[in-house]
Structures are given as structure tokens and as C-alpha cells.
């Protein structure tokens, strides 16, 4: 029988299918939530990616919250990035928001590059950016154009980005910004702990806030966005590379094998897993068969630390083993890529590490030869590699400190919202006259009868009772009544605070670290800075160890730019008042049996002759005087012997 051959166009036609059905495999990732702004346009700016992004203005509904400056090129090179001719200005603090359809982890992008108009040098800008109360940028400034991209795990149904200049005579800006939902897989729960001694697992990646410091195409040439799913650059590992004449180059021009439960076009593209770094049994002059790339990174942080493997070098399977070292430490021991895939060559494959860095600023990774391995065979090999910075316990990805940003302007919000804010600065300020008029008030009958106002309402009367024993008493009494400082070792100092920092940033910066029982906020009762924070404070804890805890934190923390001065209130070297005044109230509680026994008008007569010295040396009281909570000074309340709560 005669062959039946296949008509040409039939041929044809099934080249075309089997280029769509690869087409189809290929297919970009479908974001539910992907907004794209372009910050300061008049109109869309089109990539070559394919991507549009919308101007800030004029969407529905309105993702910006308070409008600032749109400023411009003026006269823009025709080969510049649409994104990079536009900007936002903000010389008040100001916000995107952003509505969330599909809670979990999202990509945020912020774009910023800098430009002169007659009006402004975006390149002199200082500001602070935070979104869902993640410090992603503290006193950022840059003069090179910048993409920087962070990771965050959001519950709620909305985001908010907000940028604040650092100092008033500064002021922030962004081009574009990008928030994008992420693949389910993209990020995973848990990674290998590297430790000097050991190897453990470490659960929680998928909670923690990331930033995307590193993402390197081993091997390879620098990928482009358009070549991947996700739009992300991955660049050449050149410049990272120590001793190059210990590896060798491999590409791969089959296809790359991705499994189902195995690592996705979406955590690399094929571009990545076709090239790789590979060494040999070649002996190599102090190479050690290794290879090592280091990269810049600032310490106190944790890192993620993503490799990407695909064995594409080997000839057979079983053929390769290697160990991998992070900043020297071991961190995988004989790795059995082969294995891992399950028994299939040319399979990606990833794992995460999570490592900390101290003191040196660098981290070195590097891949080694298995006690396992042949020296017929490929002793070592990496595809590609990320580097992410992990969020610190104080919640950020930039600094020790967290920066607490003042509200926004209200204008930008609307009328309603303006009408809204203006009345309740009017209460604001009657409340503010009728407090000081109690004060004033307080201030005369406490020189004249030497009596104490009352405590706030929510405290009990024996509490009453026991805090009306004044500072001085307890100092006079102390000095011979055999009292002791034993939970003075629970009282912590606080120096070194910034007038702007409220009494309540300072409770909730210090109460992570224990129970308050007590907080005293000192201000200046007299003297030209009369009403004004004195700039220290006094924090007593439940116990020893939660203050020493806090003093371990907090000590040389910046908050608005000053380090924070924190050692407990039993150390040698407090000055005299604030060691006395430390301990003032715990000394009271022992001498109340004691001025029980003394005659009141003596007991006056003390107090009086107390104050008359201070007064005559020109000093002003230590201690803030005890007020109703409405009199306290605005946005302060007094906590000190009901323990801290919140208030709204």
C-alpha cells in the first residue's frame, strides 16, 4: 500500500498549533490586583513590556487622598522612559490608597528618578515612605534613577502608602507605582535557618515584609522585563563574581522541564534556568573547586536568600552533589539536585535560606564540592539567585526605628473632611483654654495649702492616696528610713527625647518589652519653657528582666532623629534629681507608715522649706503635676498607676 503523505498546508497548520499551544504555556501571570499609576501625568504612560500605567488623577475611585504638586520635563529626550518624565511632589505628608480585592502577598513597586524644574531638584528630596505601617524607606533621598521593590502580606481590605518629607524644609516625590497581587507560590512559609552552629527551619517568611535588594542571572545575560512573566529584571552576576576562572559557563538550549508542585515561570523565567555557573574537576590555583559571589548589605537585618538550580550541566542523573556555604557557614550539605527534582534533568528547582548579617556589611555565598561527588563529574552549579532584606522586630525594612508620620493635610481631602477637622480644632483649642485655666488653678492652691490635685477618675482611692506623697517627702523621708531600691531595678530612663515625640509614641515604643506598671513624662512647670517635655522620661516595669529587655532594644535607637538614651534608674552614672526622681514613688509606698507618724504641720514645714531652696537656686519642679485627664497637655495622658492603655 502507498504511503498518503501530508498535505502542506495541513502541515502547516500543525507548526502553527504546536508555536500556539507553546505560546499558551508560556502565557503571562493574570494579577487580580494590578494598579498601575503614573504620578504626576496628564495621561497614560505605554511601556515597551506592554504594560499601561494611569495618570494619579482623575480615577475612579480616587487612589490619591491628598493632591500635591505635578511637575514635569520640560523638554524630555525622545528615548526617555515614559515613567521618568512626570513626578508627584508632596511637601506635606500625603498618601496613596489603594482598594484590595485579593488579600495575601503583594508586590509594591515605587519608581523615583530625579529631575530639575525652576521649581524644584528632586535630588535635594528627603522623605520617609510607609504602607500598611511598614517602614519601607526612612530619610530616603537619591540623585540615580531607583525601582525599589518590597513584598507585603496584606489582611485588610485596602492599602495605603504614605510619603512625608523628613524636616520641614524638605519634601518628597514618586513617579510611579506599582502594587500587584503575587503568585500563591511565589513566596513560601518557611526556609532553612542558617546559624553558626546548626541548621533549622524558619516559619513565618510569607508574614514578614521584604525588599528585594538582589535578583542575578547566573551564568547568563541580564533578562529583561519583556522575557518575564512578571515583569522583573534580572541582572548579569559579573560584578558579584569572585575568582571567575573557578567556574565555567553551561547554557541549555532544550526546554526546561517545570513540574507541577516544582518551581514556576513565575519564580524564574526560562532564560534563567537555561544558563548557569557550573564547576569541574579542573584544579583551579585557590580556588578549592569553589565558587563565591559577595554582595553589599546592611547589618542588623535578616536575609532571604533564594538559589535557583536546574541541572542542566550533567550528563546523567545522580551525577551531582555539592555543598552550599552562606557568609562561610554551612548551609546544605551534599545536595542531591537530582533527587530533589525527582530523578528528571533539566527540572528547576529553588531553596530558601534565611541568614543574618551582624557586623560585616557583606554576604558571601558560595557553592563547594561534595565528599559525594566524582571528579569525572560537575562538582558544583548555580542558575540564578535573589537576596531580600527581611523587616526588623521594630516593624522595618529601613532603620532601627519606626517612623511615626503626623497626620495628613485635611484640605486635600475635601471640604467635608476640612469642616470636620476645623471643629474639632475649635474644641481642641477651648479644651486647651480650660485646662490651662485648671492648671493655673492647681498652681495657687498648691502654693498656698500645699494640697494635690486629684488623680485621673478611673483610679481607685487607695491609689489616690498613695500618690499624694510628693517627690520631696519621699527624698527626705527615705534618707533615714531604711527604704529600699529593689524595684527600682524595674525602672527604666528614657533621655535624649525630642520635644515632638508625645507622651503616648513613648509608651507604645517601650510597652513590646513588658507590662508597664507606671510612666512618669516630665515637663518644665516654670521657667521661660514652662508646659514644654523636659525630654526624659521614667517607664516601670513588671520586672527586672523587661526592663533590661527594653534598655537592650531601645538604647541608641533614633526617634526624629535623635538616639534614644535608656539605662535603668538604679545605674551609677543618672544625674542626682533623675536618680532620685526615679525612685521617688517606690520610696513613697514604704514611707507612707512613716508620715502617718510625723505631726502634719511638721511635715508641711518640710515640704515648704524644700521648695523655698529649689526656688531660690532658680531650678524648676522635677516632677509633672498630677492633673485630671482633661488638663494634661494636648495628646497627653497620664498612665501612671493604672498601667498603659491605649486610648482613642
Not at 508586590?107 to 521649581?119: C, G, K, N, V
Not at 557553592?367 to 548555580?382: A, H, Q, V
Not at 477651648?430 to 477618675?457: C, D, G, K, N, Y
Not at 481607685?460 to 519621699?474: I, K, M, P, V
Request: glycine residues 8%.
Amino acid at each position: 500500500m502507498a504511503s498518503r503523505r501530508i498535505p502542506g498546508d495541513l502541515a502547516t497548520g500543525l507548526l502553527l498549533l504546536f508555536s500556539l499551544i507553546s505560546t499558551l504555556s508560556a502565557v503571562r501571570f493574570s494579577p487580580p490586583d494590578n494598579d498601575l499609576i503614573a504620578c504626576g501625568a496628564s495621561s497614560a504612560a505605554d511601556l515597551d513590556d506592554g504594560r499601561a500605567f494611569l495618570p494619579d488623577s482623575g480615577l475612579s475611585p480616587p487612589v490619591l487622598r491628598s493632591h500635591g504638586r505635578q511637575i514635569s520635563l520640560s523638554n524630555p529626550s525622545p528615548d526617555a522612559v515614559p515613567l521618568h518624565r512626570n513626578a508627584r511632589v508632596f511637601a506635606c505628608p500625603s498618601s496613596y490608597e489603594f482598594e484590595i480585592k485579593n488579600k495575601g502577598i503583594h508586590r509594591i513597586r515605587l519608581h523615583f528618578y530625579p529631575f530639575s524644574t525652576p521649581e524644584y531638584d528632586l535630588s535635594s528630596a528627603r522623605f520617609h515612605v510607609l504602607a500598611s505601617g511598614i517602614t519601607l524607606l526612612s530619610y530616603f533621598g537619591t540623585s540615580s534613577p531607583v525601582m525599589k521593590e518590597y513584598f507585603i502580606n496584606l489582611n485588610e481590605g485596602k492599602l495605603v502608602i504614605s510619603f512625608s518629607p523628613a524636616d520641614r524644609s524638605s519634601f518628597a516625590f514618586v513617579n510611579a507605582i506599582e502594587v500587584m497581587s503575587a503568585p500563591k507560590d511565589l513566596i513560601l512559609d518557611a526556609g532553612r535557618l542558617v546559624k553558626p552552629d546548626e541548621i533549622t527551619e524558619f516559619h513565618g517568611l510569607s508574614k514578614q515584609a521584604l525588599e528585594t535588594l538582589y535578583r542575578v542571572n547566573i551564568g547568563g545575560p541580564k533578562v529583561t522585563p519583556f522575557n518575564d512573566t512578571l515583569w522583573r529584571t534580572w541582572v548579569s552576576d559579573v560584578e558579584f563574581l569572585k575568582l571567575s576562572s573557578a567556574s565555567k559557563v553551561v547554557t541549555y538550549s532544550g526546554r526546561i522541564k517545570y513540574q507541577r508542585y516544582g518551581a514556576s515561570r513565575e519564580v524564574a523565567p526560562d532564560n534563567v534556568y537555561n544558563t548557569a555557573r557550573a564547576t569541574s574537576g579542573a584544579t583551579v590555583p585557590g580556588s578549592n573547586y569553589s565558587m563565591t559571589w559577595e554582595f553589599p548589605v546592611s547589618s542588623g537585618y535578616k536575609y532571604l536568600v533564594r538559589m535557583h538550580f536546574c541541572d542542566i550541566a550533567s550528563l546523567a542523573l545522580n551525577q551531582l552533589y555539592f555543598n552550599v556555604y552562606l557568609n562561610g557557614y554551612l548551609a546544605y550539605q551534599d545536595f542531591d539536585l537530582s533527587d530533589s527534582t525527582g530523578q528528571i534533568l533539566a527540572s528547576p528547582y529553588y531553596v530558601d535560606f534565611v541568614v543574618d548579617v551582624d557586623v560585616l556589611e557583606l554576604l558571601s555565598i558560595s557553592i563547594g564540592p561534595s565528599n559525594l561527588s566524582n571528579p569525572s563529574w560537575i562538582r558544583g552549579l548555580l542558575n540564578g539567585l535573589e537576596i531580600m532584606k527581611i523587616n526588623n522586630t521594630m516593624g522595618s525594612l529601613d532603620g532601627n526605628s519606626p517612623v511615626i508620620l503626623v497626620s495628613e493635610d485635611p484640605v486635600g481631602r475635601g471640604f467635608g473632611a476640612f469642616l470636620r477637622s476645623l471643629t474639632c480644632g475649635f474644641a481642641f483649642m477651648s479644651l486647651s483654654v480650660i485646662a490651662f485655666m485648671l492648671f493655673l488653678r492647681w498652681r495657687s492652691e498648691s502654693r498656698s495649702l500645699m494640697t494635690w490635685s486629684r488623680l485621673p477618675v478611673d483610679v481607685s482611692n487607695d491609689q489616690q492616696t498613695g500618690a499624694r506623697t510628693s517627690f520631696f517627702t519621699c527624698e527626705i523621708i527615705g534618707d533615714g528610713g531604711g527604704m529600699t531600691d529593689e524595684t527600682c531595678e524595674s525602672k527604666i530612663y528614657v533621655g535624649n527625647i525630642d520635644q515632638r515625640v508625645p507622651e503616648s509614641n513613648v509608651i507604645k515604643m517601650f510597652s513590646p518589652f513588658g507590662k508597664i506598671i507606671s510612666e512618669d513624662f516630665l515637663w518644665h512647670t516654670r521657667g521661660p519653657k514652662r508646659g514644654e517635655p523636659r525630654g526624659y522620661a521614667f517607664i516601670q516595669y513588671s520586672s527586672k528582666e523587661e526592663a533590661l529587655l527594653a534598655k537592650t532594644k531601645m538604647n541608641g535607637r533614633f526617634v526624629s532623629g535623635r538616639p534614644l538614651v535608656v539605662r535603668l534608674a538604679s545605674e551609677k552614672h543618672l544625674g542626682d534629681t533623675e536618680s532620685k526622681f526615679a525612685c521617688a514613688e517606690t520610696k513613697a509606698n514604704d514611707a507612707r507608715s512613716t508620715l502617718g507618724q510625723m505631726n502634719r504641720n511638721a511635715k508641711i514645714a518640710v515640704i515648704r522649706n524644700k521648695l523655698k531652696s529649689l526656688e531660690e537656686q532658680g531650678g524648676c519642679a522635677t516632677k509633672k503635676p498630677r492633673l485630671l485627664t482633661n488638663s494634661l497637655p494636648p495628646g497627653n495622658k497620664d498612665h501612671s498607676l493604672t498601667g498603659y492603655q491605649e486610648s482613642d
